[in-house]
């Protein structure tokens, strides 16, 4: 672990960040400028551009970022290319992507209130004691809008590094994934990463095609789930929310942290902007929820990082997430999930037991109904 450069503490200061959750709450503009040269260094390395570019001539609008790209030029995500018209990193049309075939009921973030173990049978289920022998498409995306400083999936950004696919990721058509998600064994199909949203909206079109060609078929609807940080466009967000919705899929709603300074030093983007967009979409989502009882369409996680997101950030957001559980009446549970050390936090400690217990308390004080822990292995007495 580091030290705080602005406060000298030296208790659960990462030192990618060099500042602590005191000094980025209450001296935000000095915490971080002090984060941001940190991060670029990583982001040059890779050939990713340090900061959404707001100079070029076409004008991005798929997420919060809203980048105005240069010719030859990429996006923050890294997935989005000017070379004259806005096309996909992977060709046109493409996704660039992995998928893989997933066991269930799986490890998935709202694997507690999910269809694969019995939540909305029969309509969304096949069994309502977990369709066993059946499997979940993970689809898992190359290039995300944050810069996520513990980012638990890293990779996603090396095999896209310097505007080339590689690594485990490679470039399909819309007709390929669909025709992989049409196998009879496969109940959901779940686009993770990365994130989802950079390429959300041929991600729309091909879950259409699934869902339609599954029913034609005479398969059971084809479960549609959406793991993201939550910042698409809000008009592509209704779509990705109205397509789980019919299908008894989930959307996942990763909440970073509720202080926009602390949002910003964790994951490079304006704060300001994010939480007002994650306000906007999680607002709409719960709205559309109110059409599905169960099981529920909207699912919020929160990732205990050490020395980061404690009481005050956790707090914030389930007060928000329990208010609109009372405006619109619905049932929006909450995964809190055990921070794993990884990618630029490294110098950090797991989660601990003791602020695990914190945040349950926090949250069931808010009001929230079902209440969940993800990554309970990593739990230890480590502060």
């Known amino acids: 672990m580091g030290k705080c450069r602005i406060c000298g503490r030296d208790w659960l ?17 000095d915490a971080l400028n002090i984060i941001r040269g940190k991060r670029w260094l990583w982001r040059i390395r890779l050939g990713l ?35 004259g018209k806005l096309r996909p990193l992977g060709g046109e049309g493409k996704l660039t992507l992995m998928t893989y075939l997933d066991p269930l009921p799986t490890n998935c973030v709202a694997t507690p209130v999910c269809p694969a173990v019995g939540r909305g049978y029969p309509k969304y289920s096949l069994s309502r004691h977990g369709e066993y022998g059946y499997f979940n498409l993970a689809v898992f995306m190359g290039g995300c809008e944050l810069d996520c400083a513990f980012c638990q999936n890293y990779e996603h950004k090396v095999w896209i590094a310097h505007g080339k696919v590689g690594g485990l990721l490679r470039s399909v058509t819309i007709d390929e994934l669909v025709k992989e998600a049409l196998n009879p064994r496969v109940t959901c199909v779940c686009y993770f990463g990365g994130d989802p949203t950079p390429q959300s909206s041929l991600l729309v ?59 910003e030093a964790l994951t490079g983007v304006n704060g300001e902007r994010a939480i007002k967009r994650l306000v906007e979409n999680t607002d709409l989502i719960a709205r559309i929820a109110r059409e599905r009882p169960d099981p529920p369409l909207l699912v919020v996680s929160i990732l205990l990082v050490p020395g980061y997101v404690d009481a005050e950030e956790v707090r914030g ?7 609109l559980s009372n405006k619109y009446n619905v049932n929006i549970p909450i995964v809190l999930l055990a921070f794993h050390p990884d990618y630029l936090m490294k ?37």
């Open 13 to 29: 200061v990462s030192e990618t960040l060099g500042v602590c959750v005191d000094c980025i709450r209450n001296r935000r503009e």
């Open 49 to 83: 551009e340090t900061e959404p570019p707001r100079n070029g001539s076409i004008h991005c609008h798929v997420c919060i970022n809203e980048c105005r790209i240069s010719n030859g030029s990429r996006g923050f995500c890294g997935v989005w290319i000017n070379d």
């Open 205 to 263: 079109l091909a879950s259409r095609k699934i869902i339609n060609e599954a029913l034609a078929r005479g398969q059971q609807p084809k479960r549609i789930c959406w793991e993201t940080n939550g910042l698409a466009n809000p008009l592509i967000m209704r779509e990705m929310a109205r397509l789980s919705l019919i299908s008894g899929g989930i959307v996942k709603i990763d909440w970073k942290a509720w202080n926009p300074g602390v949002y």
């Open 317 to 323: 957001i389930a007060s928000y997430v329990s208010s």
């Open 347 to 383: 110098d950090l400690p797991p989660t601990s037991i003791h602020h695990m217990d914190e945040a349950i308390k926090i949250v069931r004080e808010a009001g929230i109904k079902e209440i969940y822990v993800g990554n309970e292995w990593l739990l230890g007495a480590y502060y």
